[in-house]
Structure formats: structure tokens, C-alpha cells
């Protein structure tokens, strides 16, 4: 597989997928399919992620979007009573605030990338090794590292708490 | 967690066995002399006669619906005696006319209706269902006799032996039999001579007690056949209904 | 468009064929494994008519399987009710991309094939949510969930074990692992309770055996497949029975040494040792028959002893295991010894003293609970 080499056909076609499905996460009107096409646009970062030669990334790319977060945000669906978007959704009354706002973003971001020095060409990213970035955790970021599993700690202990039945 | 391993033992054990199951038709197992799995007529070997009845019960309870009984069988039921009794009144009914059948038939045969249905259609015809009648109902439908009785005996409106020619119906429902219902059978027992379901022995009068009728602000009430109700009833106007019936039968002999 | 490119390309789409027919043919034989094995333990002989011993009876199956009529209930989501199944198999076949099948022989050589592996795994979870959903049926969708429930808890002792192989062999690499293995130290024998971990993990996540209530016919119909017949239906069998066999694959390459085994040197093809194809076959299958004997012996548990089970027993033991075995494997002198040493006496203490604390606990709650006279 030519990655690494950042092949333009196959980004084309990756970003392309990307951008398809992200469209479509908004576009669809039944909320289930916009679910699904997340979970295409998810692996089509994946994918971009190999391209990069970033296999680790993507690998957990996968594990962590397409099997939890997505797999949460079905439970929250099905769980959840919806109603059909109608055809008129997008161009509601909110669109005249939305639309500015979002033109103002995309301006933002496109002199940002324009004007950074960010390497741009796709050249071989920083494939940094398991052991450096175990390193990492546990040396130089493990404050963060663990007030991270603080929040989530709480965030489980919430959830026990918010799904016990009442005993008396 | 040790009991799962208790039980993975016991299970393994069973791969060395001997199987239980064989390659039929190849391999049978050898059933004992008196085993009743086999289908097959057993000869009598003093008589040399088949021991079957045509009792039908097999092709009612077969779970796969392969056996079909067809007979003509010379002999009677084995002696139970309610069965020699009804076979006795069958015999002594007069021979119905399975023409008029034909009808009811070919109902079938266009509809396909439930057996129920047919069973009313024979008990309008003949009054009640007479043996030969259901036998021919079996041959024509396919279904079996025995089940065909069971429908028939299920069920209070079919009558398989021939009915009085007045059928008296008491009712029993609950504002007549608060009103004294029982008191009117009884009456209605004692004058004929015969008890609740039977008929008397010169085939005038059916006795039988029926559920609510309807007309309950008229309790205790008494049907005769199927269109003449009395209401008010007592048990001297019981005793008068059955001299006014006998009195009709005299004049419309 | 570089030749290059093409031929990464063809070689993609053959690996992917070669994946699907290895996932269809495992599964077909599984099936008649099983039907096979079931009757062998249950005293009587499985299908045996089909072909020599009754081996075509899952391609006749499959054939009867495709005949039947293409229907979906007419208030599902046509294009989601196709989608599941399809979905479905997506796991199974992409777990061979990292497995080592013999000596010299791995699709890729990823050196992170164990969380590879674990990604993979937690797919499946998603296509079974959308099958459960795309039916239309309120008890499709709650044995979806439950199942999905399940699944995601069993991950999780899965992974904890798979960390301490990660720690044991020094890699996440298959390849490594399966030679961290040699000389017939397999982690089995050096890390027994582990594998006990792992091997109860893999089997609620096979939805089979004592863990099979999502698809347990007598409860739930069918679950999340309800709605589903002919090859649809087809599809999520198929995934299940596959499963198994890719499933063992793993379980032989962590845990039983992979392809070693002995004259691994005798038959060699263009590079390809044919021999630890065969040691490897053999060991994925004796898995296979421990499976089909696991769900037959044990009763099946129910929905709160499941997640109950996962979460309360499986999870701590594995953070424990982890710990203890990161402590060997630090501060131990002779951290292979110390680490077989530990783990045996892991495993008898678990085994042992299981039922006594769950009879003591199962008191405990008993006396609890008011008694209403």
C-alpha cells in the first residue's frame, strides 16, 4: 500500500468520502441513516489516518468513534422518541443567523490553514512509537492523563446513579 | 465455576458411548414382540380375523395425518355397554336416505365450511344424525369418524339419536330458574315418564333443558321445537302443555 | 495511475475474496461441526446423510437458505435492514488481515495487531444495533440492545486481558507474540488465569454458549434477527458460526503458541511452511470443539447474571491480573517463573473459591429481602 507517499488519487478519493458523508450526516432526515453516515465518515478519517502513516491513530480511530462513541449515540437514538425532519429543516427562520456564522468559520479556518506553518504537503508524518507515546502519558502528561480518568470516572458514577431504581 | 467443569466432564463422557439413534432405513432397532409403534392390522391367530375395531381413534390421533380407516366392519363395538346401547338404537333407527345428502355434500365441496356447519346442515335434514349419514360424511370429506364425533358430541344442538316429534326445551337460565325452572322439569319428567335429554318411547316427546331463551320477564319459560314458546310456566300449565301436544299428535296423525 | 498503485489494488481485492471465502467456509464447517458434535455428546449421530459423514449438509443449507423468498417487514427501513447483515461480516473477515497463520505468513504485519484486533471486534456491536432497529419491532430492538449491552460489557475483560499478553510478549505485534511463545512456553501454560479471562470474554462476545440469551430461540425468538429470514438471516448465522472459528484463531494465536508446533521446518512451499498451517488448523479447532462442549454442559445465564458477571467479577479480576502482573513483571527477579507461579495460584484461588463466595453473597442477599408473611 502506497501511504506514507500521501498518493493525491487516493486522498482525493478518502476526502471526497469524507466530505460525502459528513453532508449526509446533516442532510439525511431520518436520524438513524444521519447516524450511519458519521459512522462512514469515521472510517473515511480512518482511512485518512493511514494514508498518513499513522496506523495506530487510525486503529484507534476506529475504536473509539465507530465502537463506542457511535455505538453510544445509537443507544441514544433508539432510546429516544424522534420525529422526521421535514424537507423545509435546513432553510429555517435560524438560517439567517446560522449561514454568516458559518461562512465566518469556514474564512477563519481557510486563512488559518493558508497562512500556517503547518506542513501541508503530506509528507511523512511523525509516526511516533507505542513506547513513546506510553512514555509520554505516564511521564510528562500524566496530570491531564489522570484528570481525565477522573472525568470519566465521574461520568460513570453519574450514570449509576441516574439509571438506579429508587430503592427505599 | 467448579460445577461447569463437573458438568463438562459428565457431558464428554457421552462421546465414547454407544449411540442411541441408528442409520434407519439400513440399520432398525428390534422392537419387542407386543410393541405398539408399528402400524400394522393384528390377526387374531385363534380366528384368523383382524383384531380391529374401526374405531378410528388412530387416524384421529395420528400426528402426521397418514392413516385412513377403511372398513366395513361385521363386528360391534366391544362390550361397554353405553356403546352396545347407542349401537342397538342406531340399528333400530330406520335407514336414512343418503341421497338427501347430496345437498349438504356438495355445500361442502363448494365452501369448504367447518364440520360444524355440515353437521347442522345433516341435522336439519334428518332430524338428527344418524350413523350411516356420518359415515358418509367421513368418506366424502376425508375427515375421520371419530373426529366427526367429536364434534357431534361436543356439542348440545346435534342429536345423534332421532329426536320426539315435539322437542320440549325448559330453560334453565337464571331468571327462570330463580322463577322455579326445576320445578317445571320435574313436572314435565313425571308426566312423560322420561328424564331431561331422553325421549319416550313412542318418539312424541324430547325432554331437554336449555340456557336462557330470552324471553326472561316471562319466567319460567318452556320451548316447544323451535318457534313456539310459553311463558308463565307452572307445573300444572306443564302437565296441560303436554296433554294440549298429545291432543295435536291425535288430530294430525 | 502508477502500476504501482494497481497492484496494491488487485492485491487488496484478492486478500478481501480470499478473507470472505476463508470467513464462508469456516462457518459452513462449523455448523456441521457442531450439528455434529452435539449429537456425538448427546448420545445419538448428528447429520450424516449429506455427503461422506454429512459434510455438504451446511452447503445444502446454505442452498435452501438462498431460495427462500427476499422479504422485509413493510414498516423497516429497507435500506438499514439490508445493511445489517451485510455489516455483520465485516468483523469476522477483517480479523485475518493480522492473524499469523503459519510460519512467515501474515496478510499484514501490523505492529499494533492487538488493538487492530480489538477495533475490529467492537464493529460487530454496531451492525446487530442497526439490525435490532431497521426491524421495526420494539422486541427486536430491545434484544438488539441487550445485546449490544453485552457485547460492549465483555469487551472490556477482553481487552484487560489482552493487555497483560501485551506485557508478557513486550509488543503488540502478533507476530511477536506468537514468537514470545517459542520453545513451547505457550501463555497458556505460563499464563493460565488469563487465559481463563480472555477465553470467558471471547465467548460472551461470540454471543454463544452459556452467554447466548440474545439469540436463545426459546426466550427472546430471535432477538435482534426476529424479522430476518432467508439470507439475511443467512448473514448473521453465518457471522456466528465464522465467528468461532476466528475467535479460536485469536485465542490460538495469544494464548497457544500460533503455528508452533513440531517439524515446523518439514514442508515448505515457496517460502510458506505447511506444516504449522496444519499445527494451527488443529489447535483452532480443538477451541472449536471446547466451544460447541461449553454450550452444551452449561445453562444459560440470564441478563442481570451476565452483565452482572462481567462487571462485578471479570473486570476487577482483569484490573487486578493487570496489576499484579505489571508488579512480576517489574520487581520479580525471574519475571517468567514469578509470573507462571502467580498466575496458577490465580487461577485456583478463582476457581476455587468461586462457588463458596457466590453462595456466600447469594445468602447475604437472601437474608436481606423482607419475608412478607
Redesign the interface.
Known amino acids: 500500500m502506497p501511504h506514507g507517499d500521501f498518493h493525491p488519487v487516493l486522498f482525493v478519493i478518502v476526502a471526497v468520502w469524507v466530505l460525502v458523508c459528513g453532508v449526509g450526516v446533516v442532510a439525511f432526515r431520518n436520524i438513524v441513516h444521519s447516524a450511519m453516515a458519521m459512522v462512514a465518515c469515521f472510517l473515511g478519517v480512518a482511512a485518512v489516518f493511514v494514508l498518513l502513516d499513522a496506523g495506530l491513530l487510525a486503529i484507534i480511530q476506529i475504536l473509539l468513534y465507530v465502537g463506542a462513541i457511535s455505538v453510544v449515540v445509537l443507544f441514544a437514538i433508539m432510546l429516544t422518541e424522534q420525529q422526521h425532519a421535514k424537507l423545509g429543516f435546513f432553510f429555517n427562520r435560524q438560517a439567517i443567523f446560522a449561514l454568516p456564522l458559518t461562512v465566518a468559520a469556514a474564512v477563519v479556518i481557510t486563512v488559518i490553514l493558508v497562512t500556517s506553518k503547518m506542513p501541508l504537503n503530506g509528507s511523512r508524518s511523525h509516526n511516533v512509537s507505542l513506547v513513546a507515546i506510553a512514555g509520554g502519558l505516564f511521564n510528562r502528561y500524566v496530570f491531564p492523563f489522570e484528570l481525565v480518568s477522573f472525568v470519566l470516572l465521574a461520568a460513570m458514577i453519574g450514570a449509576i446513579v441516574l439509571a438506579r431504581k429508587e430503592d427505599d | 465455576m467448579l460445577g461447569i467443569f463437573k458438568a463438562m466432564r459428565v457431558t464428554l463422557g457421552h462421546l465414547p458411548r454407544r449411540k442411541i439413534t441408528v442409520q434407519y432405513p439400513e440399520q432398525r432397532e428390534h422392537l419387542p414382540e407386543r410393541s405398539r409403534g408399528l402400524f400394522r392390522v393384528v390377526i387374531d391367530p385363534a380366528t384368523d380375523d383382524p383384531r380391529c375395531r374401526a374405531c378410528t381413534l388412530c387416524e384421529t390421533n395420528c400426528p402426521v395425518q397418514v392413516i385412513r380407516v377403511n372398513y366395513e366392519s361385521r363386528y360391534r363395538l366391544p362390550a361397554v355397554n353405553e356403546a352396545r346401547i347407542q349401537r342397538v338404537r342406531a340399528d333400530s333407527q330406520p335407514r336414512p336416505d343418503l341421497e338427501l345428502l347430496a345437498p349438504v355434500i356438495d355445500h361442502y365441496r363448494e365452501t369448504a365450511p367447518g364440520m360444524m356447519a355440515v353437521l347442522r346442515n345433516t341435522q336439519e335434514i334428518y332430524g338428527y344424525l344418524p350413523r350411516p349419514a356420518l359415515q358418509e360424511i367421513s368418506v366424502e370429506t376425508g375427515v375421520s369418524l371419530s373426529q366427526i364425533y367429536g364434534v357431534a358430541s361436543f356439542d348440545d344442538q346435534f342429536r345423534l339419536s332421532p329426536a320426539g316429534r315435539f322437542v320440549i326445551s325448559v330453560c334453565h337460565g337464571t331468571a327462570c330458574h330463580v322463577a322455579g325452572a326445576p320445578l317445571i322439569s320435574a313436572a314435565f319428567a313425571d308426566e312423560l315418564g322420561v328424564e331431561a335429554g331422553q325421549t319416550t318411547k313412542d318418539r312424541l316427546f324430547t325432554l331437554q333443558t336449555a340456557g336462557c331463551l330470552g324471553p326472561c320477564a316471562l319466567a319460567p319459560v318452556v320451548r316447544v321445537g323451535d318457534d313456539e314458546t310459553h311463558g308463565r310456566m307452572t307445573p300444572d300449565g306443564a302437565r296441560a302443555l303436554v296433554a294440549e301436544l298429545r291432543h295435536r299428535a291425535q288430530v294430525d296423525r | 495511475?502508477?502500476w504501482?498503485?494497481v497492484l496494491?489494488v488487485v492485491r487488496?481485492i484478492v486478500a478481501v475474496l480470499i478473507a470472505y471465502a476463508i470467513v464462508f467456509v469456516a462457518a459452513l464447517v462449523n455448523i456441521v461441526f457442531e450439528r455434529r458434535v452435539l449429537g456425538?455428546?448427546?448420545?445419538?449421530?448428528g447429520p450424516?446423510r449429506t455427503g461422506w459423514q454429512g459434510i455438504l449438509q451446511s452447503v445444502a443449507d446454505a442452498f435452501k437458505m438462498m431460495g427462500k423468498e427476499d422479504f422485509a417487514p413493510t414498516a423497516a427501513?429497507k435500506?438499514?435492514f439490508t445493511?445489517a447483515p451485510i455489516m455483520v461480516m465485516i468483523g469476522a473477515v477483517a480479523i485475518q488481515v493480522v492473524i499469523p497463520y503459519t510460519k512467515g505468513w501474515t496478510d499484514q504485519n501490523?505492529?499494533?495487531g492487538l488493538?487492530?484486533i480489538?477495533?475490529?471486534t467492537?464493529?460487530t456491536?454496531?451492525s446487530i444495533?442497526?439490525g435490532?432497529?431497521?426491524s421495526h419491532n420494539k422486541y427486536s430492538?430491545v434484544g438488539?440492545?441487550r445485546t449490544?449491552a453485552q457485547m460492549?460489557s465483555y469487551e472490556l475483560p477482553m481487552i484487560l486481558a489482552l493487555l497483560v499478553v501485551a506485557m508478557a510478549a513486550g509488543s503488540?505485534s502478533l507476530n511477536a507474540v506468537v514468537a514470545a511463545q517459542g520453545s513451547y512456553r505457550w501463555f497458556v501454560f505460563t499464563m493460565p488465569f488469563t487465559f481463563l479471562l480472555f477465553f470467558i470474554a471471547s465467548v460472551a462476545e461470540l454471543n454463544r454458549g452459556p452467554f447466548d440469551l440474545p439469540e436463545s430461540e426459546s426466550e427472546l425468538v430471535a432477538g435482534y434477527g426476529t424479522e430476518y429470514s432467508g439470507m439475511r438471516f443467512g448473514m448473521f448465522f453465518l457471522n456466528e458460526y465464522a465467528g468461532m472459528t476466528i475467535m479460536s484463531m485469536v485465542t490460538v494465536t495469544l494464548f497457544l503458541g500460533g503455528w508452533q508446533g513440531p517439524f515446523a521446518n518439514a514442508l515448505v512451499i515457496h517460502g510458506v511452511a505447511l506444516v504449522p498451517l496444519v499445527w494451527f488448523l488443529v489447535k483452532v479447532y480443538a477451541l472449536v470443539f471446547v466451544l460447541v462442549?461449553?454450550r452444551?454442559?452449561?445453562p444459560r445465564l440470564q441478563v442481570d447474571q451476565l452483565m452482572g458477571f462481567a462487571w462485578k467479577v471479570l473486570i476487577p479480576l482483569g484490573l487486578v491480573n493487570i496489576l499484579a502482573t505489571a508488579a512480576v513483571l517489574l520487581w520479580a527477579p525471574h519475571w517468567k517463573l514469578a509470573m507462571a507461579v502467580y498466575s496458577w495460584l490465580a487461577l485456583i484461588a478463582?476457581?476455587?473459591l468461586?462457588?463458596t463466595l457466590l453462595r456466600w453473597r447469594l445468602k447475604r442477599q437472601r437474608r436481606r429481602v423482607a419475608v412478607l408473611t
Open positions: 495511475m502508477s504501482d498503485l496494491a487488496l456425538f455428546l448427546q448420545d445419538r449421530l450424516n427501513d435500506t438499514m445493511l501490523l505492529n499494533v488493538i487492530y480489538v477495533a475490529i467492537s464493529f456491536v454496531l444495533l442497526l435490532g432497529w431497521a430492538l438488539a440492545l449490544a460492549v503488540l462442549w461449553i452444551l454442559s452449561v478463582f476457581v476455587g468461586f462457588d
